[in-house]
């Protein structure tokens, strides 16, 4: 055999391959998404804030544009609201009392936020239902404080919210790395019997979720680890239509500047996901510090296919929810 015709016989099986992994991956050769897009309101209505040089650490409160509602996130009211405006899904924060409550509250720390001090974990349910939630918000530099007075014994427990909410579904974040709070996590649900007629979606740092994956095989459950891990494989071997087990039994990221690394993207993609178990999230990579953020305005939400069905991040759930149902 000479040395052309090996050439011609390699090309031909690349071109072959390469043919292979095109009809694999052909997204128009899958199904098209039934259903519409699930929106996860992140922290209900809240007041939203200008993230530009923002700190890990800094607080949030003291950057709030001005207001155009009275919500505070992490609140019933809140919750109410993002419902009524079209949420499927309502994301809140959650931290360990001394007393052997969740508390529903986003910070780490009361001092942003509250006329409070301290860590909140190491407080007591009691003491945190006397804190006023909105004390510390301003949009003015400090000249007035709009919510002061009004956030006074807002400060929800777990069990108030899901009892509140019976039929709705949250994703809940563990706001720690720290295993054993999976563990109370999953008594306190088991105690109350919250949760007993829907999946668990949580998502926190890397050694809880590991724990929850153990307690709660069946639950969606992800950390920034394991979104991270299920991106790059799916990005290295996603072509051969495997999805990798990192992506299973989770909510699966989808930054709306991956689309050409998402093997199969749109329909064949989510034909993947769904059948891992998992749901399909997008959202919108701003870039640089600012990294993965929701969705806050309609013309975000053009880079996603007419009949996309997954999850969809959403900042500014008053705005993003009505605008979809119209367009609907």
Not at 23 to 29: P, T
Not at 80 to 100: N, S, W
Not at 116 to 139: C, N
Not at 311 to 322: F, L, S, Y
Request: a neutral charge; aromatic letters at 10%.
């Amino acid at each position: 055999m000479g040395r052309g015709t090996i050439i011609k016989i390699g090309v031909l099986t690349s071109l072959l391959g390469f043919g292979a992994i095109y009809l694999l991956n052909a997204s128009w050769l899958a199904p098209a998404p039934q259903g519409d897009p699930i929106l996860i309101s992140h922290r209900g209505v809240y007041q939203t804030y200008n993230r530009d040089n923002l700190g890990r650490d800094d607080c949030t409160a003291i950057r709030i544009f001005r207001p155009e509602h009275s919500y505070l996130e992490n609140t019933i009211p809140s919750m109410e609201a993002a419902f009524a405006h079209g949420a499927d899904i309502v994301e809140l924060d959650i931290h360990p009392t001394t007393d052997g409550e969740f508390a529903v509250f986003h910070d780490w720390t009361l001092d942003c936020r509250t006329d409070g001090k301290g860590v909140t974990r190491e407080h007591s349910l009691a003491d945190l239902k006397k804190l006023d939630i909105g004390y510390g918000y301003t949009f003015d530099g400090g000249v007035t404080f709009p919510f002061r007075g009004q956030g006074i014994g807002q400060l929800p427990t777990l069990k108030e919210i899901l009892q509140h909410f019976p039929n709705r579904q949250f994703l809940i974040n563990i706001k720690s790395n720290d295993p054993t709070e999976a563990d109370r996590l999953d008594a306190y649900l088991r105690q109350h019997q919250l949760l007993t007629d829907s999946r668990l979606m949580v998502y926190g740092g890397t050694r809880p979720i590991e724990r929850i994956r153990e307690l709660r095989p069946g639950a969606l459950a992800f950390s920034k680890a394991s979104a991270k891990k299920c991106a790059l494989q799916y990005v290295l071997i996603g072509w051969s239509g495997y999805m990798p087990d990192a992506c299973h039994n989770s909510i699966v990221v989808a930054p709306n500047t991956w689309q050409w690394a998402l093997w199969g993207w749109p329909n064949r993609y989510s034909a993947r996901v769904a059948q891992a178990g998992s749901l399909v999230m997008a959202v919108n990579h701003k870039g640089g510090k600012k990294g993965l953020a929701g969705i806050y305005k309609p013309e975000e939400l053009n880079y996603l296919p007419q009949d996309y069905s997954g999850a969809i991040w959403i900042e500014k759930i008053e705005v993003i929810g009505p605008h979809l149902r119209v367009a609907q």
